[in-house]
């Protein structure tokens, strides 16, 4: 527990109102307002006294505090916007605080009436309301009772969100930093596969996968050298500098810049963890295990390629879209001039880093370097499906199919529940064993791999565990839990707003990771991440199957609770914090598992082989229940 000193809040509001009315003092009791953005990321706490700022169209979160004797009333809380303009002022100044930016139109100004409100108090004194504000300027509120008796004031800045979009520049350096750490990334990749490759038992197709290999990683220095940033790195440049030169046309560089940073997050999130993928290629095991570990090695290859070929198309897109024509005549006629048309010309052309042509009417891109860097992606592709169909189809067989399992769990004090969640988790069971395996047992080596797909929680931990702390009024709670699959809900759609002629692209970037990217990648990019080894063992009708330790899992994931909380007679509010911690895929699979190894009936059909099975448990034990389910299914060749 600390107390934040920002916090500053009115004298306990009970104590307040008494000292009015003894001293005969008219003065009215006061009611806390906070303001903040209704959609801020989570954990986010808006600092009482400072003015929040949004734009225009985004809904905001009016909240409270006041007297329990207004607990089932509600209050009147009334929203101004700005009511004064002056029309004949000065120019305003560049919100990105450039002298020559142009200045806005002006227009008629209208007034834009206050919005009353109605909140309800809580039994706690707690109220809350939400507000979309429709016009920019200084936002004043005001939250008042029927009687007049209580009342509160906020304000809260509004903007136009271009202006702010606008305004932002583009981080060339790090782009090109990014950049050239991935490259050195696919280097050492490409490396340790060629060592990897040389574990194999010796035959025809590992000579020539060795082969295809040693192309690809000298192709690959040759069209992107190691540590070195691509050429399009150049281009961001050039418009960035457009972007200084040139304000007026601000509003079509803003997409651009919006869409290289979001670029930039998942590029910086790859290099960081792109050593400790490799780690993952260069681990030892049986033949099989091998074979899949390179298979997954090039698609990770794969992915890292299409992450630095990325950028290039974004640049290409938008100059297809913004030609120099268009962008002058984003320019005022009188501030247009044959240099300034000369500037854009040419900064647009160092944007494409192309030498662009015009064929039938069109603009055509031909990127200089760019074929080459897509056909060395698309060498990297080829060789990882040769390598499927040939090598492991030839030597290898697998068990692989889907996986789902949950755990539910309550935990208990003498008085009362102080805590539950729940985890659900999805993915796959991958069981591999050579070909020519014989004998009546078969060994079979693999994972369990997926990702935490939900997880929900509630607690009390303060009031059944610590009641002295609980004593005052919870202001607000702020739950900030882990990042899920389900956080990501585009993962299961399609794109849309496809041309009916076209064929639907997904361009989402973490299902197509894993559909595309392969295991290591998947580790890699997505959140709570597990892959838990197993050994099996195949009879004639049944297949024996044993967890092994976690290579890696999601157990170190925490829910942080917030509590603001107004103690009883106290100056300061206090905030008390505190992490709970989850369970991760190994634990829910051994105990839905019942602890120990399973067996599984084997259906045969032919020459396919499937495993079935749901598993279903509860486990009481004193203070904690706890309930478990998994399913699991698999076939030879696949389901």
């Not at 939250?143 to 979009?165: I, K, M, R």
């Not at 260069?282 to 890292?304: A, E, H, M, W």
């Not at 990042?483 to 849309?496: G, Q, R, S, T, W």
Request: proline fraction near 6%; charge should be negative; glycine fraction near 8%.
């Amino acid at each position: 527990m600390r107390r934040l000193l920002w916090l500053v809040l009115f004298l306990a509001l009970s104590a307040l109102q008494a000292l009015a009315q003894d001293a005969g003092d008219s003065r009215q009791v006061q009611i806390y307002l906070a303001v903040e953005i209704a959609d801020k990321p989570a954990g986010a706490v808006a600092v009482p006294g400072e003015k929040v700022a949004t734009v225009r169209g985004k809904a905001v979160r009016i909240s409270g505090i006041t007297s329990r004797d207004l607990a089932g009333k509600s209050l009147l809380v009334t929203v101004t916007p700005p009511q004064e303009f002056e029309p004949d002022g000065p120019e305003p100044e560049s919100k990105c605080g450039d002298d020559d930016a142009p200045a806005k139109a002006t227009t008629m100004f209208t007034r834009e009436k206050p919005s009353v409100l109605s909140a309800e108090v809580g039994r706690d004194g707690n109220f809350e309301v939400l507000f979309t504000p429709k016009v920019t300027g200084t936002h004043e509120v005001e939250a008042a009772d029927a009687e007049n008796a209580y009342s509160g004031t906020a304000e809260f800045d509004v903007t136009e969100l271009e202006a702010e979009e606008q305004c932002e520049a583009i981080p060339q350096d790090e782009i090109e930093e990014e950049a050239a750490g991935l490259t050195e990334v696919i280097c050492e990749a490409t490396d340790a596969l060629l060592e990897r490759v040389g574990d194999l038992p010796p035959s025809p197709a590992k000579d020539e996968l060795a082969q295809r290999l040693k192309e690809l990683a000298d192709d690959g220095k040759e069209a992107v050298p190691c540590g070195e940033a691509p050429q399009w790195a150049v281009g961001y440049r050039h418009l960035e500098k457009l972007r200084k030169e040139v304000p007026a046309i601000r509003p079509a560089i803003a997409p651009a810049t919006r869409q290289i940073k979001e670029w930039l997050r998942g590029a910086r999130q790859a290099r960081a963890e792109g050593r400790r993928a490799i780690a993952q290629i260069t681990q030892g095991n049986v033949v099989c295990d091998q074979l899949d570990v390179i298979i997954n090695g090039l698609k990770f290859v794969d992915f890292y390629l299409g992450l630095i070929i990325e950028p290039e198309n974004f640049l290409g897109d938008w100059a297809k879209e913004n030609i120099p024509t268009k962008l002058v005549g984003m320019i005022p006629a009188v501030k247009q001039n044959t240099v300034l048309k000369e500037s854009i010309e040419l900064g647009w052309k160092g944007v494409t880093t192309y030498e662009p042509k015009l064929e039938g009417g069109r603009i055509k891109i031909s990127p200089q370097g760019f074929e080459r860097l897509l056909a060395h992606q698309k060498m990297a592709t080829a060789i990882s499906t040769f390598l499927a169909n040939r090598v492991f189809e030839a030597l290898c067989q697998t068990f692989q199919g889907p996986i789902e399992g949950t755990m539910s769990a309550e935990f208990s004090a003498p008085s009362g529940i102080w805590w539950q969640y729940s985890i659900g988790i999805t993915g796959q069971l991958i069981l591999r064993y050579p070909k020519d395996a014989k004998g009546d047992v078969i060994a079979l080596t693999g994972e369990f791999v997926g990702n935490a797909k939900s997880i929900k929680s509630w607690d009390n931990a303060v009031p059944v565990l610590f009641p002295g702390l609980a004593q005052g009024t919870v202001f607000r709670t702020l739950r900030i839990e882990p990042f899920v699959l389900d956080d990501f809900p585009a993962i299961y759609e399609k794109n849309l707003g496809v041309s009916k002629n076209q064929v639907a692209p997904d361009f989402n970037p973490v299902k197509s990771i894993i559909d595309q990217g392969g295991l290591i990648t998947q580790y890699v990019m997505t959140p709570a991440f597990f892959r838990v080894p197993v050994r099996a063992e195949l009879r004639e009708k049944t297949l024996r199957l044993e967890l092994q330790p976690a290579a890696v899992d999601f157990d170190d994931l925490r829910v942080k609770v917030v509590h603001i909380m107004l103690p009883v007679l106290s100056l300061w509010p206090e905030v008390i914090d505190y992490a709970l911690p989850y369970k991760g895929a190994h634990f829910i699979m051994t105990r839905a598992m019942n602890d120990g190894p399973v067996t599984f009936d084997v259906e045969r059909a032919g020459l396919t082989m499937k495993i079935s099975k749901a598993f279903t448990r509860k486990k009481n034990t004193q203070g904690t229940t706890g309930a478990y389910t998994l399913t699991v299914d698999a076939c030879n060749p696949g389901c």
